[in-house]
């Protein structure tokens, strides 16, 4: 395995993370204002993710910053081309992250609730964009021979990755539903419950109709053949025994098997790329590789070097950081606020 395939490897893992961690925090964002019927109840749940959004958030910054470091031409392909899409992002992780630290610097319901609410829009943006971008990373894109993107920003609206973003919102939200159940005491948890289990199906129903709709607009499952088939039928299981453990009321097994589906998932989109990082609509010719759009071979040994020294340092210290912050939370242990 040569470099240019380790760092692939590498990015996609960076991502799968990112989704697995980032997922359920933004999933708990987006039912705040259906779960929490009071004050109480929202900051019960703003708690439960409290400690861990910053630090989850360092999985995009890292998957980032490794792109523009291993293959420049990749990033400056992606963020001229989809340029409004990763804005709106950005944007909306901005507003959540200040609403998070303003929320509870005064005690008037109003300023409360319009906080409340960019949490909510700053964590339903990028859930739905998320899913909007990789989808059209597989279908292709209008990418030219010089490298650049040629398409505007409504050629990224397409049917196809619409539902792809639906896919990635509505399972960030499963995702967060059982987090939070996890996490909460109480009716907080109760309520967490039954909206898993609403929930669900309507995962299963996008997950199939994107999975279905990949073999006829992409080339996902053709280029690796049985290694795709495998992560995309291992994703569709464990969404699935998802399904079977809510009706079964076992709560954090569903938990882990909703991480799973999301990893999964996101390793099924990266090896029906690889070895191509962005897909040419105009010509399979143009596409961009883990080659054409690398960095140089002594760059991608000190940033091996690098990341091999620094990379189980950071996971060490995000593990502790959970293990510290594992016990459940309650209204009663809000009220203070």
């Known amino acids: 395995m040569d470099l240019n ?9 960076l991502f799968v993370g990112y989704f697995f961690l980032e997922g359920f925090d933004y999933g708990v964002a987006i039912l705040l204002p259906f779960l929490g019927k009071d004050d109480t109840d929202r900051r019960v749940m703003i708690n439960t993710i409290g400690p861990h959004w910053d630090g989850n958030e360092v999985w995009l910054l890292t998957a980032g910053g490794a792109t523009f470091a291993a293959f420049p031409n990749w990033y400056a392909t992606l963020f001229s081309g989809f340029y409004v899409a990763l804005l709106l992002i950005l944007l909306a992780l901005i507003a959540r992250g200040v609403a998070f630290e303003f929320r509870s610097k005064d005690k008037n319901p109003t300023w409360r609730k319009v906080w409340d609410w960019l949490l909510f829009v700053g964590s339903l943006v990028p859930a739905l964009l998320w899913g909007v971008a990789f989808a059209n990373l597989i279908r292709g894109v209008p990418i030219d021979a010089n490298m650049n993107y040629t398409g505007g920003f409504w050629n990224l609206l397409n049917p196809y990755a619409l539902l792809g973003g639906l896919v990635t919102l509505s399972a960030f939200v499963l995702h967060g539903a ?31 109709a994107f999975l279905v709709a990949s073999y006829f607009a992409t080339d996902l499952y053709a280029v690796h053949g049985v290694w795709t088939w495998l992560l995309a039928a291992g994703a569709a299981v464990a969404l699935l025994g998802a399904g079977g453990l809510l009706r079964a009321r076992r709560y954090g097994w569903a938990f882990g098997l909703t991480g799973l589906t999301i990893a999964l998932w996101t390793a099924t989109l990266f090896a029906g790329l690889f070895p191509r990082v962005m ?32 990379v189980p340092i950071v996971l060490l210290y995000q593990g502790w950081s959970y293990w510290v912050f594992r016990k459940r939370i309650g209204r009663e242990d809000v009220l203070h606020y």
Not at 5 to 13: A, E, G, H, N, Q
């Open 5 to 13: 395939t380790v760092w692939f490897v590498l990015i996609s893992v």
């Open 178 to 208: 059982l987090f939070l159940n996890l996490k909460a005491k109480g009716e907080t948890a109760g309520r967490a419950q039954r909206a898993a289990r609403r929930v669900w199906p309507v995962v299963a129903v996008l997950a199939v």
């Open 279 to 310: 897909v040419s609509s105009l010509d399979a010719e143009w596409s961009l590789t883990i080659y054409n759009a690398s960095s140089t071979p002594y760059t991608l040994r000190v940033m091996t070097i690098v990341a091999a020294i620094m």
